[in-house]
C-alpha cells in the first residue's frame, strides 16, 4: 500500500479509516490491542492540531463519536488537581531542570495518575474511538511508549488512536521503534499499528 503523500490525503485515509464499519469493530487486528499510530513531521505540529480538530468535527458529522484527549491538557489538569501548578511554574526559572523532571515525572506518573484519568474519561464520555495527542509537549516527563503499556487493561474496547510528532517503524531486526520528532528514540514499542498501512 502506498502511503498518502499530502497532508490533504492523509486527512482523508484517516476519515475514510475511522468511519469504516473494519475499524470500529476491531477487524483483522489478530487479538492484538486496538492501538493505532499516526506519525507525521513534527513541522507539521501547529497544522497537526487544525487537523486534528477538523477531523473530529467531520468524523462527528459521519456519526462517529471520538473522545479527544490531549496528554498535555490532561497533565496540567492533574498538576492543578494537586494544586501544584502555580508553584512549577513559580520555580521554574531558578531550579535545575533535573529536579522539575523528576517532580513532574513522579506527579504525572502514567500508571499511577494519568492512566487513571483517561479511565475516568473513557468511563464518563460515550466513544467509538479515542484521540490521543500531545505527544511532543509533554516530552521527557511522559513517554509515549509508557502510556501505550499502561493503557492496554484501560483502553482495549475502542480503537485508540495515537498522533505522533516523529516516525514509527517496524524492521525484523530491530522491532518496533518510535523515534520522537524524527530523531529522539523514544523506545520499542510493537503492539501498535501504524493507520497509514491500514486499509478498508
Known sequence: MTIPATRKA???????VITSERFLTKQGLGNEVPFFIYPYDAKEGLSMNG???????RIEHAGV?????SLYELSLSILEERGILEQVLEIECETDK??????LQSVLDPKANLIPKIGEA????PHDVIFLSGVGEVYPYIRSHN???????????????LFFPGSYTHALATGASLD????LHDDKYYRAFNILNYEV
Not at 492523509?10 to 475514510?16: M, S
Not at 463519536?65 to 484527549?69: I, R
Not at 533535573?98 to 517532580?103: D, K, P, Q, T, V
Not at 502510556?147 to 488512536?161: E, M
Open 10 to 16: 492523509r486527512a482523508e485515509h484517516l476519515f475514510k
Open 51 to 57: 487537523d486534528r480538530h477538523d477531523l473530529v468535527t
Open 65 to 69: 463519536a471520538v473522545l479527544d484527549l
Open 98 to 103: 533535573s529536579e522539575i523532571r523528576e517532580l
Open 122 to 125: 473513557i468511563a464518563s464520555t
Open 147 to 161: 502510556v501505550l503499556n499502561n493503557l492496554q487493561s484501560t483502553a482495549k474496547d475502542k480503537p485508540t488512536l
Open 180 to 183: 520522537l520528532f524524527g530523531c
